[in-house]
């Protein structure tokens, strides 16, 4: 039985060196279930119920993607979307997901000293996180330190294959990983009723 | 053995021969020539003497091997003809005069006079283009290197055979013979050559298609068969008026068809007559072993076979190296063109008529030919076993070589206004496809268009077998009619199961036979059309078109999960009803909980899920 589910999304895999390899590498995993998003919807047409049961059966949910203008690729934000429904994933009654680690493994094009204040990135990468952070949080889940593989266009075969080696063996040792000893659950995150219109509410 | 008219008797003991050889022999997996080869000699003087007289039967199926170099000319165009050059006249040459040097030399050292010496190495240079092309084709090796340097040197000896013919008076033993049938020479003659060579290239070229086009309209498949007959008769007919080769003549008039939408369809209404009469050619062969030859000087015979097949096979392994041919193909080659051929017999036969050979050495070269030609199969079972093997791990890497010469991986069946749209978009992305048609109109339309289309019913096997379906990987079935839509998704089924099928259907109950036989990847021709119709009217009636593509892909999915249920009831009328039913009112119970949720919601768009606070409406 699975309870790793990878949530890979690339536009286009086949021109890919890191995710391809990542996928490639995942596909085999006793432990884990791997959805190409890409590859299932290609029309963009998301099985929501279908991607809320695959959910339900994980305690490990790991997003596999390359950083494009600093976010995620659109089919995994449409995923994102439609899948963490309200009443669902958050607000009254949205606990499917709570208590469920989450993990960002990503790659950039550009270098690591790109992104510094002084590099054309100008922000350090961590500032660019923040939304999947408190996306992580609205949902109750927790969010673990990602895995960010910078230079990906560049890295050598040697550099590749260690970190394909180090998300394998991460995957199969969670959840003792020596960082998450200290690392609390994630809290509740209530959303206030008066927060947003009531779905009961009469037009 | 008297009543009854001859050619009754004739047909009932070639035909008897040959349906209890031929299966006999593949069954002892000797394959069909050395059945033939066997029924031959079995019915013929040395056997049990059912036919007495060889020579008679021999010139109808000359025919056969006349078929077999058109269909061998269909294969090739104009255009990889002319890539052929070099392997035909280079190599071919390098063959012939090698090998019939090499023979001559050998033959003087054991003391036989140069000219006799030099007529029998130029005969038994000479290898069987019948047996050579039938094993290519059986093996499928046609596209191959080995296959085309075969081909070429076949070629070539067809070519040459006629110089030889001319040359032989002046190697005549008896100069006063050899004057006379010299003096036949001239310009006019060599006129009439060239006049009947432009004749065959421009009618080809101008006249034919136009021709086949309209006698393929007349919808009558006999009338089409009787014209590609009648269209290799006459090519041959005028060949040899003018005195050329008919089977040259005949592989000319293929070439100038190869390019054409009928190419397809001549090849099957051909192929059962070629068949035939290259069987009955190799069955004259059999009864032609002269065994009472073989019977006074059995060790001059076995010298003579074995002499000329060594002396041979070290010439092809020199050009096979040179050339050169893949490690694994070698074998083939060398083994297809060491043999003795058909084109020999005609030489010897020449070389007798104006006594350039002693009647006694002419039938004892004919006996060893004939026996060589009975030897090929047997070699290539040999090698198959014993040579082949070891290749096979030494040369694995030259096999990538032969990639490109192979048919398209993609066939189109029906090339109507489903198929085409197919056929448009995988040229889109640069690649090719074999399309058949059986309709005429169609296949010359889409021509015009820039498609390369093949003229023929799909729903016949040996048709799609040529048309490449035993290659390739994805077989579109875009025929319009029902009953031949499932007909030949029968047959590629279970004749070609290495290719997935992607169909077309015509509506629900199609779709759920198609499925029964298993296919996977199918379409209602009219489904998505209808939604993208019915797109235009949701957002006509003040859906957001994003809603409206939402709302129409939805349905799909709903639309083919209910016909995926249905589909194994398509016989049980009561229980497509019901699920029908059940699944028209789940969809109707969503659709409304959805309308309701979204009316409520004021002000959140469309018919998406809710979404999260912070992406904002």
Redesign the interface.
């Known amino acids: 039985m699975s309870d790793v589910l990878v949530i890979a999304a690339h536009p286009e895999v086949e021109h890919s060196r890191v995710n391809r390899a990542l996928q490639r590498a995942l596909a085999g995993q006793a432990r884990v279930a791997l959805r190409d998003l890409y590859a299932l919807y290609p029309?963009y047409?998301i099985?929501?119920a279908a991607e809320q049961a695959a959910l339900a059966g994980a305690g490990l949910v790991v997003w596999l993607h390359p950083v494009h203008w600093y976010s995620m690729p659109p089919l995994l934000k449409l995923w994102?979307?439609?899948v963490?429904?309200?009443?669902w994933a958050?607000g009254p009654g949205g606990r499917a997901l709570a208590g469920k680690d989450l993990w960002l493994v990503a790659s950039t094009g550009g270098p690591e000293s790109s992104y510094h204040p002084s590099g054309y990135n100008r922000f350090f990468f961590d500032a660019f996180l923040p939304p999947y952070e408190q996306?992580a949080a609205?949902a109750g889940m927790r969010w673990l330190p990602p895995l960010v593989l910078h230079g990906a266009h560049r890295v050598s075969e040697a550099a590749l294959a260690a970190h394909v080696n180090t998300v394998v063996e991460r995957l199969a040792s969670w959840p003792r990983w020596p960082e998450l000893q200290d690392l609390e659950a994630a809290a509740p995150c209530e959303?206030p009723a008066d927060?947003?219109?009531a779905?009961?509410?009469?037009? | 053995m008297t009543e009854g008219p001859g050619w009754l008797q004739t047909s009932l003991v070639y035909l008897g021969a040959a349906v209890l050889a031929v299966p006999l022999a593949r069954l002892l997996g000797l394959g069909s020539i050395i059945g033939y080869l066997a029924a031959g000699i079995a019915i013929g003087p040395w056997g049990l003497k059912l036919v007495t007289d060889p020579g008679t039967i021999l010139g109808v199926a000359e025919f056969g091997v006349v078929l077999m170099l058109f269909l061998v000319g269909l294969e090739l165009e104009p255009r990889r003809l002319w890539a052929l050059r070099r392997p035909i006249f280079g190599w071919g040459s390098v063959q012939l005069v090698g090998s019939a040097l090499a023979l001559m030399l050998a033959g003087m050292a054991f003391g036989v006079p140069w000219n006799v010496a030099l007529v029998a190495g130029l005969a038994l240079a000479m290898s069987s283009t019948a047996i050579g092309l039938s094993v290519l084709n059986e093996r499928n090796l046609m596209p191959t290197t080995s296959g085309r340097s075969v081909l070429s040197v076949s070629l070539y000896q067809d070519v040459m055979a006629i110089p030889i013919l001319a040359l032989l008076p002046l190697l005549a033993l008896a100069p006063a013979a050899g004057a006379a049938a010299a003096a036949g020479g001239g310009w006019k003659p060599a006129a009439l050559a060239v006049a009947a060579v432009l004749v065959i290239i421009f009618g080809g070229r101008l006249l034919l298609r136009p021709a086949l086009r309209w006698i393929a309209r007349s919808d009558t498949p006999e009338i089409f068969t009787a014209a590609s007959l009648l269209l290799v008769v006459a090519t041959a007919a005028l060949m040899h008026a003018v005195g050329l080769s008919m089977a040259l003549g005949a592989f000319l008039a293929g070439v100038l068809l190869a390019e054409s939408e009928y190419r397809r369809e001549l090849e099957t209404d051909l192929e059962p007559f070629k068949g035939l009469l290259l069987g009955l050619f190799f069955i004259a062969v059999g009864m032609g072993i002269d065994f009472a030859v073989v019977r006074e000087h059995p060790l001059v015979v076995a010298g003579v076979v074995l002499g000329f097949l060594v002396v041979k096979t070290l010439v092809l392994f020199a050009m096979a190296r040179l050339m050169p041919i893949p490690l694994q193909e070698r074998p083939v080659f060398v083994i297809l063109l060491a043999q003795g051929g058909e084109f020999g017999f005609v030489v010897l036969q020449g070389a007798q008529a104006v006594s350039a050979l002693p009647a006694e050495t002419a039938s004892l070269l004919v006996a060893s030919i004939a026996i060589s030609m009975l030897l090929t199969p047997l070699l290539l079972l040999v090698a198959d076993r014993w040579w082949a093997p070891r290749l096979a791990s030494a040369g694995a890497a030259a096999m990538s070589e032969i990639k490109d010469e192979q048919e398209a991986p993609v066939v189109i069946a029906g090339f109507g206004r489903y198929g085409q749209i197919i056929g448009r978009l995988l040229a889109a992305n640069g690649m090719s496809a074999t399309v058949l048609d059986h309709s005429a109109e169609a296949v010359e339309g889409t021509r015009r268009f820039g498609w390369k289309t093949f003229y023929g019913d799909a729903t016949r096997l040996d048709l799609l077998r040529v048309a490449g379906a035993g290659r390739a990987r994805v077989f579109v079935l875009a025929i319009d009619d029902v009953e031949q839509s499932e007909e030949c998704a029968r047959l590629v089924r279970e004749h070609f199961p290495q290719a997935t099928i992607v169909a077309r259907a015509r509506n629900a109950e199609h779709y759920a036979r198609l499925r029964a036989l298993g296919i996977t990847h199918i379409e209602r021709e009219t489904l998505d059309s209808a939604l993208m119709s019915g797109r235009s009217v949701l957002e006509l009636m003040g859906a957001t078109p994003h809603a409206a593509r939402?709302s129409a892909?939805?349905f799909r999915?709903h639309s083919v999960e209910l016909l995926e249920e249905m589909a194994p009831h398509i016989n049980d009328e009561a229980r497509l009803i019901a699920i029908s039913k059940r699944g028209r009112a789940q969809f109707e119970q969503t659709w409304a909980r959805e309308r309701e949720?979204t009316?409520?919601?004021?002000?959140r768009a469309g018919w998406?899920?809710?979404?999260?606070?912070d992406?904002g409406d």
Do not use: I, Q, S
């Open positions: 029309d047409l099985d929501v994102l979307d439609e963490f429904t309200f009443g958050y996306t609205l959303v927060a947003r219109p779905l009961e509410a009469t037009p | 939402n892909l939805r999915r949720l009316a409520r919601r004021k002000g998406h899920a809710p979404l999260a606070d992406t």
